[in-house]
């Protein structure tokens, strides 16, 4: 029997915590993903000159345009992010980068897109209650609180699992 | 007596429609059949197989699915409406989500 894996590192069958490098790309590959998705079903729409298309709803149109904001922003941040690693210099007996710029491009981008994705498609199905917010809320605070444990372990020169 | 008002099937191209005028919940329950036989079905062969299924991969997979086909009866006016086909979407989409924040092994 051959086991295959979706993630990087991981092909011996045990379950193990993401690290920064497969928590990004993961985050990333959603914000592809939902591009994907709702750029099928308009262009769907428009090519077969379909009764009606995603393109009527406004919050899903608004939720396409953000996400596709946002992965060409990352897309920018990530190579001045890369000019500024093969600028820099490590000084002797420093193992870290005095600031976390490095880490800004995943904090501000990437999870921002799953944050709209998230929002968004709770509201659709579940509604605005207040009830329900404190949920979405809290479960965005999750995916931060795990985004800022994962930058500060690598920062600070730990394995980031 | 009859328990809904039966198409009329001498003009097949609207069968549809008229199924959907007499009973609105065709639409949304064809859509989670589709995605329940794909998804059950999927799951029970791959356990089968290696003992073992990867959810998030077979909901991904249950919920194209459920996209192709509910984009196909968009088509159409009468069959489908926009609300329904917003929250395919967002299902697929979250299937994604779960998908890619998902560690399970993946035959993918």
Known sequence: MVNYSNSISNNKGEQKNMSQL????????????????????????????????????????????YTRD?????????????????????????STTKTGGQFSLTATNSVGVVENILRVGFTKIFGGSSGFGIFITTFLGLIVFITVLLIWKTWAGKIPD | MTLYTLPNATTP????VQIVAAEPAFTPLLLLFTFMVIFLGGIGRQKARLGTADYSMWAVIASIA?????????LVTGIIQLDWLVIVVVVTIFSGVWFFMSQKQSEV
């Open chain 2, 13 to 16: 191209d609207s069968i549809l």
């Open chain 2, 66 to 74: 459920m996209l192709l086909l509910s984009v196909v009866l968009s």
């Open chain 1, 22 to 65: 497969q928590w990004t790309i993961s985050l990333v590959l959603i914000g592809l993903f939902t591009i994907a998705i709702i750029g099928f079903a308009v262009n769907f729409a428009a090519d077969n000159d379909a009764a009606f298309s995603l393109a009527d709803d406004p919050e899903l149109s608004a939720l396409s345009k």
């Open chain 1, 70 to 94: 946002n992965t060409s922003e990352f897309n920018v941040q990530s190579a001045n992010t890369y000019t500024s690693i093969l600028n820099s210099s490590i000084t002797g007996e420093s």
